[in-house]
């Protein structure tokens, strides 16, 4: 079973950045392809970014060039940095594992977390 937690998100103004933070259990951490989908009210969840064991990383067309995806395998961590922010970036932004090898954007993910709100103002 892995856990996953998020921290870091909140309100910023458009043009801003903000960290995501996702903090997982686990022993076997830098064997997690790891990802962040995101989810707009009313909308479905979509895909953002996501990194595999290797350190290959993959973005949505939407992100790329504004968002960075990072992993800490010593600090079972991952992070989701993120300039130049705009408003419809404004969602719940949830961390994903999974200790198998899927396609990256799928939500195929077996573990999430709880969510972050973010929330982009103009």
């Known amino acids: 079973q892995v856990q996953l937690v998020e921290s870091g998100g909140g309100l910023v103004q458009a043009g801003g950045s903000l960290r995501l933070s996702c903090a997982a259990s686990g022993r076997t951490f830098s064997s997690y392809i790891m990802g962040w989908f995101r989810q707009a009210q009313g909308k479905e969840r979509e895909f953002v970014a996501a990194?595999?064991?290797?350190?290959?990383?993959y973005y949505a067309d939407s992100v790329k060039g504004r968002f960075t995806i990072s992993r800490d395998n010593a600090k079972n961590m991952v992070y989701l940095q993120k300039n130049n922010l705009k408003p419809e970036d404004t969602a719940v932004y949830y961390c994903a594992a999974n200790t198998d090898w899927i396609r990256p954007n799928s939500g195929e993910y077996d573990y999430w977390g709880q969510g972050s709100q973010v929330t982009v103002s103009s």
């Open positions: 990194a595999r064991p290797g350190g290959m990383t």
